[in-house]
């Protein structure tokens, strides 16, 4: 691993361990009270999962254009954690929805356009683990339209009938708000990329595995 | 059609018995809507086991997470290493 990793990932477990004490001091929201809490959380896992689709999209069309299987392995690493971060959010935001506005879940566009890019995220790796040879690129096919739905999803609640909160939320967020949530959002990212580089580091070793197995067939 | 009115007036009869038994089981009748300002406590949905709730699972995904990759990373790396050194043995012999 580079030798940024170790500090990195010190710095991240330390930054996370503070998280609930930064959040424990954010004023409480006037109409919600306690359980708006749960947005440190559930926003910086949405953008995580929107900018691992974004990140997936992109690395899908370079391997599409290049054929290198580098942008491959990183693609497949942003898939995952397009599937991990969105499952948090699919989950938080129902948590948060059952106290504030009364249901588990509404299926209005932001939500429902959500729900698809998780599907999307999903299908592409049940694709690569059961496509059999040359499903990299049907995935990186799929994985296009996965980044084409994040636009989508981000300007929904602007433009489609929602109770969701609208974008101008965050800009708008007092310092008391808008620091934990920077906070939550640095520790994410974060976290997004040692992930993203581990996974990347066992698409590689197993990549390796493979070619070693090979050369012994080969050999035999 | 004498048949039917004695049946319908069995039904009747019988119907107008079961009402009041099935009413002895009912709470007591109201006789007026008192207003409160706030729920009663056994009704208000609490916020905090739902935030707990929240990020209890976010943690306990992001750790899990780690932890799968790590030793997945762990276990291809000693098998690449271990076949590295079988390589080697076999060339040198």
């Given at each position: 691993m580079p030798k940024w990793f170790q500090p990195a990932t010190l710095v991240c477990g330390a930054m996370f361990a503070i998280s609930p004490w930064v959040i424990a001091n954010a004023p409480y929201e006037?109409?919600?009270?306690?359980?708006?809490?749960?947005f440190y959380y559930h926003m910086p896992s949405a953008w995580m999962f929107l900018t691992a689709s974004v990140v997936c999209g992109i690395a899908s069309a370079r391997f599409l254009a290049t054929g290198h299987p580098r942008h491959d392995r990183t693609a497949l690493a942003a898939a995952e954690m397009a599937v991990l971060f969105g499952l948090l959010t699919l989950v938080t935001g129902p948590l948060w929805a059952r106290k504030a506005?009364?249901?588990?879940?509404v299926w209005d566009a932001r939500i429902t356009s959500s729900l698809v890019g998780w599907m999307i995220a999903w299908a592409y790796l049940i694709l690569r683990q059961?496509?059999?040879?040359?499903s990299e690129k049907l995935a990186a096919g799929l994985a296009l339209f996965g980044m084409a739905n994040v636009p989508f999803i981000y300007v929904s609640v602007n433009y489609w009938r929602t109770i969701h909160p609208a974008t101008t939320v965050v800009p708008k967020l007092p310092f008391s708000m808008g620091f934990p949530l920077l906070f939550c959002l640095s520790a994410f990212l974060l976290l997004m990329v040692l992930l993203m580089k581990l996974r990347v580091r066992v698409a590689e070793e197993q990549a390796r595995l493979d070619s070693i197995y090979l050369s012994l067939d080969e050999q035999a | 059609m004498m048949t039917l009115l004695r049946v319908i007036a069995v039904v009747f009869v019988l119907v107008i018995q079961a009402v009041p038994l099935s009413a002895q089981g009912q709470p007591k009748q109201q006789e007026v809507f008192t207003p409160i300002d706030q729920l009663p406590p056994q009704d208000q949905l609490p916020a905090a086991p739902l935030l707990v709730g929240a990020y209890t699972f976010v943690l306990l995904m992001l750790f899990g997470y780690l932890f799968v990759v790590s030793r997945r990373l762990t276990a291809i790396q000693t098998e690449v290493d271990r076949l590295d050194t079988d390589m080697k043995r076999t060339s040198r012999n």
């Open positions: 006037s109409t919600m009270g306690l359980v708006q809490k749960v506005w009364g249901t588990w879940w059961y496509g059999g040879p040359g | -």
